[in-house]
T-cell receptor, first 110, second 112 residues
């Protein structure tokens, strides 16, 4: 949606780190999410962060939240070919209705 | 796998016909959602439910209705399908206190 923006494409070399960025406009956002979608599949919830946190780490994934700038990022360490997918940023307020960005297509090259 | 199935997985229908998509969950979650996915738009919320017989509109609800007569089933109806409703439709459930949303496999609908 218009309230969440992401860059459309990212190309990264296998083994490097990927950083996917997202900005949102709703200052009342309570939860911020990253989803992964592989071709022909549904959306897989990768991770989410509560708005009173500024960082969350889960294995190869690191989420950074700058609430002042309304900026969210997802870092994938040691990117693998299986990480090639579309990544969606989303936000919700206390009503749990998600607003999604248009998605970032990540291509991992050998 | 959050125990969500959608049926049918693919459907082709003609303009003006009614269509019903079904979402079924096995884990008794209170919150259920219908989204549509179109290129360049990400996913947009159509309708959602916060309990049996409790539903509300989302961002793009025109031309759609929903029903939830049982906790496990959430139905999306296109009252008179139009070509602009050609899309991939995803159902989701809200786990935990509702803020963890898990998605079904999707239904690809083509309206000719």
């Amino acid at each position: 949606g218009e309230d969440v923006e992401q860059s459309l494409f990212l190309s990264v070399r296998e083994g490097d780190s990927s950083v996917i960025n997202c900005t949102y406009t709703d200052s009342s956002s309570t939860y911020l999410y990253w989803y992964k979608q592989e071709p022909g599949a549904g959306l897989q919830l990768l991770t989410y962060i509560f708005s009173n946190m500024d960082m969350k780490q889960d294995q190869r994934l690191t989420v950074l939240l700058n609430k002042k700038d309304k900026h969210l990022s997802l870092r994938i360490a040691d990117t693998q070919t299986g990480d090639s997918a579309i990544y969606f940023c989303a936000e919700s307020s206390d009503d749990y209705k998600l607003s999604f960005g248009a998605g970032t297509t990540v291509t991992v090259r050998a | 796998d959050a125990g969500i199935t959608q049926s049918p997985r693919h459907k082709v229908t003609e303009t003006g016909t009614p269509v019903t998509l079904r979402c079924h969950q096995t884990e008794n979650h209170r919150y259920m959602y219908w989204y549509r996915q179109d290129p360049g738009h990400g996913l947009r919320l159509i309708h959602y439910s916060y309990g049996v017989k409790d539903t509300d509109k989302g961002e793009v609800s025109d031309g759609y209705s929903v029903s939830r007569s049982k906790t496990e089933d959430f139905l999306l109806t296109l009252e008179s399908a139009t070509s602009s409703q050609t899309s991939v439709y995803f159902c989701a459930i809200g786990a935990g206190s509702g803020y963890e949303q898990y998605f079904g496999p999707g239904t690809r609908l083509t309206v000719t």
